[in-house]
T-cell receptor, first 114, second 114 residues
Framework: GESVGLHLPTLSVQEGDNSIINCAYSNSASDYFIWYKQESGKGPQFIIDIRSNMDKRQGQRVTVLLNKTVKHLSLQIAATQPGDSAVYFCAVGGIDPGTYKYIFGTGTRLKVLA | DGGITQSPKYLFRKEGQNVTLSCEQNLNHDAMYWYRQDPGQGLRLIYYSQIVNDFQKGDIAEGYSVSREKKESFPLTVTSAQKNPTAFYLC?????????????FGPGTRLTVT
């Protein structure tokens, strides 16, 4: 079946450093990718998305990189702040064309150390 | 104030009772979804609806039922047939389009069944 996985369940970074969170997917037909941030007890919050016709997209302090050859995407957070502490997970779309079904990764917990 | 609302935030039920979780959106989105989130697992799709009066089973539909009588509302009933109902339930919506679009999530309902 389809799968999406993250490389690390937990990532600890020093405040002010850059963070990199990774996600791997299995289906080469996947064509849409989203990164979400989820704080404890809350619903996921959209961070940034990217479509398969791009390999890089930048937002405010965040960059998503997509490598379709190895089916890997990453989320880079610049100058990590305490408010960035949360679980981050990726969602992969395009698995089932014509619907809006996504496969979700299990998430990486980002801890920002003061 | 646009968005998705879920109520209640916390719900407690005795085993053997059916319970209905509310989800309302005022984003004018055609598609709505219900997910279940358990510790250490990615979001799993229970049911989704792409249009009013139509819905499809997701990956873990057994023991759940939904209705989509209005565009704004997509209630989920957790029946007594669901073997492990205790979980965090998330509702989401996305605009209708030919390509994948971001899913917007509600704040979630934590259901505890004892």
């Amino acid at each position: 079946g389809e799968s999406v996985g993250l490389h690390l369940p937990t990532l600890s970074v020093q405040e002010g450093d850059n963070s990199i969170i990774n996600c791997a997917y299995s289906n080469s037909a996947s064509d849409y990718f989203i990164w979400y941030k989820q704080e404890s007890g809350k619903g996921p919050q959209f961070i940034i998305d990217i479509r398969s016709n791009m390999d890089k997209r930048q937002g405010q302090r965040v960059t998503v990189l997509l490598n379709k050859t190895v089916k890997h995407l990453s989320l880079q957070i610049a100058a990590t702040q305490p408010g960035d502490s949360a679980v981050y997970f990726c969602a992969v779309g395009g698995i089932d064309p014509g619907t809006y079904k996504y496969i979700f990764g299990t998430g990486t917990r980002l801890k920002v150390l003061a | 104030d646009g968005g998705i609302t879920q109520s209640p935030k916390y719900l407690f039920r005795k085993e053997g009772q059916n319970v209905t979780l509310s989800c309302e959106q005022n984003l004018n989105h055609d598609a709505m979804y219900w997910y279940r989130q358990d510790p250490g697992q990615g979001l799993r799709l229970i049911y989704y609806s792409q249009i009013v009066n139509d819905f499809q089973k997701g990956d873990i539909a057994e023991g759940y039922s939904v209705s989509r009588e209005k565009k704004e509302s997509f209630p989920l009933t957790v029946t007594s047939a669901q073997k492990n109902p205790t979980a965090f339930y998330l509702c989401a919506s996305s605009p209708s389009a030919g390509t994948q679009n971001e899913q917007y999530f509600g704040p979630g309902t934590r259901l505890t069944v004892t």
